[in-house]
């Protein structure tokens, strides 16, 4: 079973900045994409920046030109910058190598508020 764990979330106010990570249990070697969603309260999940396997990004138009996805080994990374109260979700990273292999880590609280 492969497993996602999430750290980096917190308190912040708007403007600053936060880096959410995202440790994979098992090597990536081969995923599809990997990729960060979040979730706030009534809302649906929406996808916030994915990364593929050749490297192409690909972020909703909402974050664009404020946060940035990268990986690294077995970790995929989210910076967050100029962050504003509506960024305000819970952050869950996913990782997909393929049809029936796709795997969610619990969330992080990301919360933006003077």
């Known amino acids: 079973q492969v497993q996602l764990v999430e750290s980096g979330g917190g308190l912040v106010q708007p403007g600053g900045s936060l880096r959410l990570s995202c440790v994979v249990s098992r090597s990536i070697f081969g995923f599809g994409t990997m990729g960060w969603y979040r979730q706030a309260p009534g809302k649906q999940r929406e996808l916030v920046a994915t990364?593929?396997?050749?490297?192409n990004t690909n972020y909703a138009d909402s974050v664009k030109g404020r946060f940035t996805i990268s990986n690294a080994k077995n970790t995929v990374y989210l910076q967050m910058n100029s962050l504003k109260p509506e960024d305000t979700a819970v952050y869950y990273c996913?990782?997909?190598?393929?049809?029936?292999?796709?795997?969610w880590g619990q969330g992080t609280q990301v919360t933006v508020s003077s």
């Open positions: 996913n990782v997909n190598f393929g049809p029936l292999k796709n795997y």
């Open positions: 990364v593929t396997n050749g490297g």
